[in-house]
């Protein structure tokens, strides 16, 4: 067995230390050693974009990553979106506009879109279509998704500044 490497990690606000095998993936980290598994696993090559999580703010497939590469990082997973049990503006969109088909990429889109709508407050479909383009949806329901997101930016474009983003300091779900 291979030494162990000591990594420590901030995932949704919450500090984590453990000692974990040099080739343990971010995502078996995230998911069997955190027990957050709304991060998916699909195709374990980063080609379906299922377990993107944001590492320091971007955009990552956490399936290509080993977890000792994020030690010091910054993680947010998609259960650090929503405010208790209030939904994060962008999954209040998804379930408006039926984009969540059967969620299993769900995540991952969420994930990917956090940044981009960040950067781009006022996207048209193609932005949209351009940004997802790295996420894979079996459901082939694409038009759900992209219309989701355009509700989520003509939501924010009509409420506060900053309604898509996330809590930069959110409050600790689990403190180890």
């Known amino acids: 067995m291979p030494p162990s490497v000591s990594i420590s990690v901030s995932v949704n606000g919450s500090g ?3 000692e974990v095998e040099p080739r343990l993936l971010l995502s ?3 998911r069997h050693e955190l027990g957050l ?3 998916h ?3 374990e090559h980063g080609v379906c974009g299922a377990c993107t999580v944001l590492m320091d703010g971007l955009p990552v497939r956490s399936c290509l990553i080993f977890a000792a590469q994020a030690d010091g990082c910054e993680l947010r997973t ?3 979106l929503a405010d208790g049990d209030t939904l994060h503006p962008l999954q209040e969109a998804f379930r408006d506009a039926h984009g969540l088909q059967c969620g299993f990429c769900t995540p991952g889109f969420l994930m990917t879109l956090i940044p981009f709508l960040a950067e781009n407050p006022d ?3 193609d ?3 351009l940004a997802i383009s790295g996420n894979l949806c079996r459901c ?3 038009a759900k998704i992209v219309d989701a997101v355009l509700l989520a930016a003509e939501r924010a474009r009509g409420a506060s500044a900053g309604l898509l983003s996330i809590d930069p300091d959110p409050q600790p779900v689990e403190a180890v």
């Open 127 to 129: 932005d949209v279509r």
């Open 123 to 125: 996207p048209t479909e």
């Open 37 to 39: 598994t709304g991060t």
């Open 78 to 80: 998609v259960e650090g």
């Open 16 to 18: 984590h230390q453990r």
């Open 28 to 30: 078996d980290f995230i």
């Open 140 to 142: 082939t329901g694409y």
């Open 41 to 43: 696993v699909g195709c």
